[in-house]
């Protein structure tokens, strides 16, 4: 497996770079958000990678950053999405945008994201439903909040509450409250509604 590339930065013909390491040239894909952070042409690049190998191809992706490469590494462990479906996401997205998209369950979002329909995106929220905090989020504290608030999000949805009601009681809860604690500062937010 190639994890990390270190080499100089030949060509950029979106969404493919081509990096010289050491003679040899790889070809590697890169969503949107890791083409505009690269340097310019002939400079240093270092990238993380995920070498996926098929039956007929050898493709290398790379990502500026590891929070990127775990985000796509998860979604193309979703039956259906592929890592064109992947690199699109993290193009139209940013992690914790995704992140943030898969807590609150809006399918909204993603659908905005060219190449994703709405089947495709309540099935990408549903397999990342409590993956994606804890595995891609920001910081750990924040990861867990955004997992916690999730499930409270889950929870109210479960007791009838529309996602509109819902989402907007979780946009209110204090930050680092847990599961239970969370639900019951919701229903008081809900009941004064």
Do not use: N, W
Not at 28 to 35: A, F, I, K, Y
Not at 84 to 103: N, P
């Amino acid at each position: 497996m190639i994890g990390r590339l270190h080499g100089t930065l030949l060509a950029k013909t979106p969404p493919q770079l081509l990096v010289d390491c050491g003679g040899v040239g790889y070809e590697v894909d890169v969503p949107m958000s890791t083409l505009y952070k690269l340097p310019e042409l002939g400079k240093p690049v270092t990238l993380l990678t995920h070498l996926a190998v098929r039956e007929d191809a050898h493709q290398l992706f790379g990502f500026a950053t590891a929070a990127e490469r775990d985000a796509f590494r998860a979604l193309i462990r979703i039956s259906g999405v592929g890592a064109r479906i992947a690199l699109a996401l993290l193009s139209g997205l940013s992690v914790d945008e995704l992140a943030q998209a898969v807590t609150a369950q809006d399918s909204a979002r993603l659908t905005r994201v060219p190449g994703i329909g709405k089947k495709t995106a309540e099935r990408l929220l549903l397999e990342l439903r409590g993956k994606l905090g804890a595995d891609l989020g920001g910081g750990g504290g924040t990861a867990a909040a955004a997992a916690g608030h999730g499930d409270v999000l889950a929870a109210l949805l479960a007791l009838g509450y529309s996602e509109r009601e819902a989402g907007a009681a979780v946009a209110k809860l204090e930050p680092g409250s847990g599961v239970d604690d969370g639900i019951r500062q919701a229903l008081k937010i809900l009941a004064k509604v």
